[in-house]
Nanobody, 126 residues
Framework: QVQLVDSGGGLVQDGDSLRLSCAVS?????????VGWFRQAPGKEREFVSAIHWTGSSTYYTDSVKGRFTISRDDAKKTVYLQMNSLKPEDTAVYYC??????????????????WGQGTQVTVSS
């Protein structure tokens, strides 16, 4: 079955960087999927952060992370990365890797997600 294993979270200072990784397995046709990231802060709903079509041809970001976060994928390693620079305290959340079938469109909503990772905590202190 499809499995997403996300990692790379941690405790950092305001302005620091982190790179999250999402190892994907169990997918036969990777080009038929979007893979991306959501995050959920305490007391808030899970929100879209970024996504990439597996071919790398298209990337998507929520406005609050544009210019700071970069999503990419390594096809050989079947891994998607989220490079997070200039982190802010408001970026503090559990970050979840997510995958959706191409036909559902870009997974900007949790309703469009078919598979989830287990989550990794990112904490940015001021």
């Amino acid at each position: 079955q499809v499995q997403l294993v996300d990692s790379g979270g941690g405790l950092v200072q305001d302005g620091d960087s982190l790179r999250l990784s999402c190892a994907v397995s169990g997918i036969t046709f990777f080009s038929s999927y979007y893979v991306g990231w959501f995050r959920q802060a305490p007391g808030k709903e899970r929100e879209f952060v970024s996504a990439i079509h597996w071919t790398g041809s298209s990337t998507y970001y929520t406005d609050s992370v544009k210019g700071r976060f970069t999503i990419s994928r390594d096809d050989a390693k079947k891994t998607v990365y989220l490079q997070m620079n200039s982190l802010k305290p408001e970026d503090t959340a559990v970050y979840y890797c997510a995958a959706s079938v191409l036909g559902r469109g870009v997974p900007r909503s949790t309703k469009n997600v078919d598979y989830w990772g287990q989550g990794t905590q990112v904490t940015v202190s001021s």
